[in-house]
Structures are given as structure tokens and as C-alpha cells.
T-cell receptor, first 113, second 114 residues
């Protein structure tokens, strides 16, 4: 399968715990994006990488959130000290430099209890 | 904040009918894209229309873009039960604005009744 893959698909965590999600983009794609989607809403942009450089960050990305793409391939999104308001679907997408069509993964559904 | 606003929020039609969804946005864009999302799943890219294009077709899909009105429409012809999903428009500002992020609307929930 050469699509975007995300792991885990589901995560239930207690408030205050840290969680980390992984995204493996399509291998030849330079651009990688993280979005968050809550019920009944469209996805909201969190951050964007061009290769290993994090070029855009939304103000939604508080200091409890950190994202990395160390070798310009896979990416991780970590949420520290989770809050109930962090419960959402976290979507990863990738695209190439010459075609901005974004390919999305199936998402990681986070539930904070 | 969400730039795009889809209309209607929900649409229910019979199989074989056409479905039209509209999207309005606020700022100048590089391109506008439509995505489909089945319940609880990831998004699937349907079609991209650039700011200098007015109409685009892909299979049963027809997209129009009116930059003067900052609006777009997605027409699905001869709908099928498998078209049941949420449809989102997303705008991209592009390299001129230094931003490749997509800004999504809240979506239109389409139900196609067999």
C-alpha cells in the first residue's frame, strides 16, 4: 500500500498523559501536513513540513503540541498533558511540490477521558 | 477559522438525481479543492480548480469557480448510493502568499437514497 498511513488508528488516554502519533506519507512527497477534525466540522490546519523543515504552524498548535519530521520522511505529532478538548481526529496528509492535491491518511482518533 | 462555507449543510436526494453543493470563501486563493469523506474515515481528493479556471470536469463531477463572487459549486450527476458522504471544499493561498495549508469549510452531508 503506497498511501498515507497513520498509527495508531485509535487512542484512548487519560487526561494529563502524553500521546504520540505517527504518520508515514507517500514516499516521494516532500510536503506533509497535520490537521485536526472535530465532530461536524471540517479539518483545521495544525502544521506543515517541507521535507524536514516545519514551515507553518497554526495558532491552534499550543505549546503542548510538537511535531517533527526528522529525516524528511515520517512525522510524529506529540501532545503533552492531554486535555479533554484535545479529543478529535488527527489527520495527516502529504503532497508533492508540483501538485498540491493532498492525500490523506485514515486518521488517528484520540479520546481523552 | 474556516474560510470556506458549504451550502447546504445537508442534502438528501434519490439515486439518479443530480446533487449540487456550493462553497463560498473570503480571501483570494491560488486554487480550490473538493474532498469527500465517508463517515469516520480520511478525506479523498476529488478535484482541484485553479484560480484562473472557471470550470472543470472529472467523470460525473463538474466544478465551477467564480473568483469575482468568491464561490464554487460541485455538481454530482446521476448520483449513486455510494456517493453518500460529506463533501468539503478547501482553499489554498499558494506560493504567492507563502502558504500551502488548506482551509476547509464545515462540509455538506449528502445522502443518496437507493
Amino acid at each position: 500500500d503506497t498511501g498515507v498511513s497513520q498509527d495508531p488508528r485509535h487512542k484512548i488516554t487519560k487526561r494529563g498523559q502524553n500521546v504520540t502519533f505517527r504518520c508515514d506519507p507517500i514516499s516521494e512527497h516532500n510536503r506533509l501536513y497535520w490537521y485536526r477534525q472535530t465532530l461536524g466540522q471540517g479539518p483545521e490546519f495544525l502544521t506543515y513540513f517541507q521535507n524536514e523543515a516545519q514551515l507553518e504552524k497554526s495558532r491552534l498548535l499550543s505549546d503542548r503540541f510538537s511535531a517533527e519530521r526528522p529525516k524528511g520522511s515520517f512525522s510524529t505529532l506529540e501532545i503533552q498533558r492531554t486535555e479533554q478538548g484535545d479529543s478529535a481526529m488527527y489527520l495527516c496528509a502529504s503532497s508533492s511540490n508540483w501538485n498540491t492535491e493532498a492525500f490523506f491518511g485514515q486518521g488517528t482518533r484520540l479520546t481523552v477521558v | 477559522s474556516q474560510q470556506g462555507e458549504e451550502d447546504p449543510q445537508a442534502l438528501s436526494i434519490q439515486e439518479g438525481e443530480n446533487a449540487t453543493m456550493n462553497c463560498s470563501y473570503k480571501t483570494s486563493i491560488n486554487n480550490l479543492q473538493w474532498y469527500r469523506q465517508n463517515s469516520g474515515r480520511g478525506l479523498v481528493h476529488l478535484i482541484l480548480i485553479r484560480s484562473n479556471e472557471r470550470e472543470k470536469h472529472s467523470g460525473r463531477l463538474r466544478v465551477t469557480l467564480d473568483t469575482s463572487k468568491k464561490s464554487s459549486s460541485l455538481l454530482i450527476t446521476a448520483s449513486r448510493a455510494a456517493d453518500t458522504a460529506s463533501y468539503f471544499c478547501a482553499t489554498e493561498l499558494g506560493s504567492g502568499a507563502g502558504s500551502y495549508q488548506l482551509t476547509f469549510g464545515k462540509g455538506t452531508k449528502l445522502s443518496v437514497i437507493p
